[in-house]
C-alpha cells in the first residue's frame, strides 16, 4: 500500500489555514469581555433585599442573623419600589423583639412576603408559588419572588410504597439469583493467572 | 499461545437452527449482522470488577427510560420548574419513585464509572494500543459530571441554583471560554432552559455516540488480559454475549437495589430558589472541590477540576511502563494512591464544614 511521505502543496495550505483559524478562534474566545451582571456587591433594592430575607428563614431556619441583616438592609436601601416599607419595619420590629427570647419566625416571614404582594405561605405543600414575577423571565433570574418551603423526600409509607418495596426485592433477588444461575467458572482463569 | 475454544459459537452459517424464534433470528442476523458481537472474550471479563463498565451503561439505560417519562411532566420554565418537580412527586403516578431511580440511578452511575476508571487504572488497562479508549471514558467521565450538574440545576430550588451561580462565575473566570454560562449568549432565553437541552440532548447524545466508539474499540483491541497473565495463556474464552448475558443479571441486581433506595429514600426538592445567598452544601461528589474553593476561592474549583483531568488525559502518555501487575508499578500505585486519598480527604473536609460564602454580597 502506498503511504504518503508528505503532504503536497494543497495538504500544507489547508493545514496552515486550519492552524490559523483555529488560532484565530481561541484568541476570539480566550480575549477578556466585559463581565455580565450577576451579584457584584450587595443589592440596593429593597425588594431583592425582602426576597433574600425570606429565603434566609426559608433555608436556615434556626440562624436569624442572614434574615436579620437583609431585613435591616432592605429597610434602609435607597431603592424602595415594590414594597410596602411600614411591614417590612414590623418584620424588624418583632425580630428584635423576639432577640429577648423566641423570633415569631412564622409572623416575621408573612410580614415579609405580604410586604412585596406574595401570598403567605402554607406549607411545604404549597401547590404553586405564592407570588407573581413579571414576565419575561430571561438569563439567570430565578423566578421566585417568596421562596416556598422545602419539600422531604416523603413521610410514611404508604400502601403503594410497599408494594413498590416488595416489587423492587423481587427484580433484586431475582437478578441476584440469576447473576449466580449463570455465573461463569472462573477457576481456570485464576490457575491461568498463577502460571 | 493456547485458547479453549469449546464456548465459542460458530460461524453465521454452521448452526441447525429448529423452530421460529431461530429461524427469526437467522434472518435477522442474515441482514443486520448481529452475530459479529458475539466475538470471544476471555473469562476473566466476567468477573464483577470487569463487569464495572457495562454496569455504568446499565445505569445510564435506566436513566433515559425514567429520563424520558420525567421529561413529560417537568417544566423548564424558571417559575415552574421548582413547581412541577413537585408536582410529578405528589401528583404524577408513581412519579416519586420514578423520580428517585433517577436520581439514585445518577449516583450509581458516577460511582459505577469512577470504579471502572479506577480498575482500568490499576490493572493498566489504559496502556499501548488502549490509550484512545483511556481518552474516550475520561470524556465520557466528565460528560457524567456535566450531566450530574445540569441535573442538579433543573429542580431549580436553592441548592441547584447556587451551583449554577458557582458555574456563572467560573464562566467569568473563563473569559470568552466561558461563553456559554454567559446569561447574555442567549439573553431572550432562560439559562434553565439551555442547561434542560443539554441535559436531555446535548450530553446524552455526546455520552452516547461516545459509548459506541468506546465499544468498538473494545472489540478492536479485545478487553485487555489479566495483568498477571498478559499472554493469556491457558485461559478459556466465551463469546461476548455471555458477557452482556452476566452484566445483564447484574444490572438487574442493581436495578432492584435502587428502586430499593427509590423508595426508603426519595430524594426531597429544596426551596424555590433566591439569588444573592449561599446557604447550602453541593452535592457529595464535588465536595473535594468546593475544599479548593474554601481555601483558595473560586479559581480552586477551576485548577482543582483542571488539573485533575489533565492527569487523566496525561496518564497513558506519562505511564510508558509496559507491566501491568500493580506490585510492577509502584510508582504509578503510589500516585494513584495519593491522588485518590487527596480526593477522598478534601470530600471529607467539605462535607464537615458549614457552607462559606465565595460568590461575594449578591
Redesign the interface.
Known sequence: MHVPRSLGPIGRTSGRSLTVALLLIIA??????P??A??????DKAL?LV??A???L???PPNMD?ATDKIGDAAEAEDKAGVQLPLVEQAKDAMEAGEMGSVDVHKVRALLEQSIGAHVHTGP?D???IG??P?P????????LA????????GG?TG??WA??V??????????A??IL?????P??R????? | MSRTTTDVPPGPAAPQRRGWPQRALHAIDERLGIDAIRYPVPAHANRVAYSLGGLTAFALGILIVTGVILAQFYNPDPTAANESVRHIVQAVWAGRFIRGVHFWAAEAMYVLAILHLLRIYFTGAYKRPREANWLIGVGMLALTIGAMFTGTVLKWDQEGFEALSHNLEIGKLLGGLGFWFNPDFSSGVPILIRLYIAHVSIIPMLILGLLVVHALLVKRHKISPAPRNPDAAGEPVGPFTHHLRRIATLGLLLLGALSLIAVLFPPGIGPTPVEGIEVTKPPWMYWWMFTLENWIGLSGIVWGAGVLFALLVAVPFIDRNPRRYWRQRPVAMVLGVLVLAALIVFSILEGITTPVEHLGGM
Do not use: C, K
Request: proline letters at 8%; hydrophobic letters at 40%.
Open positions: 476570539t474566545a480566550v480575549a477578556p469581555r463581565a455580565w450577576h451579584g457584584e456587591g450587595d443589592s431583592v426576597r433574600q425570606i429565603a434566609y426559608v433555608n436556615t442572614g405543600t401547590p404553586v408559588a407573581q414575577v414576565p423571565v430571561t438569563g439567570a433570574e430565578t423566578g421566585t421562596a416556598i418551603d422545602p419539600m422531604p423526600g416523603r409509607l403503594g410504597d413498590l418495596l416489587i423492587s426485592m423481587l427484580v433484586g433477588l431475582g437478578g441476584l440469576l447473576s449463570l455465573r461463569p467458572h472462573l481456570s482463569v490457575r491461568g493467572e498463577t502460571r
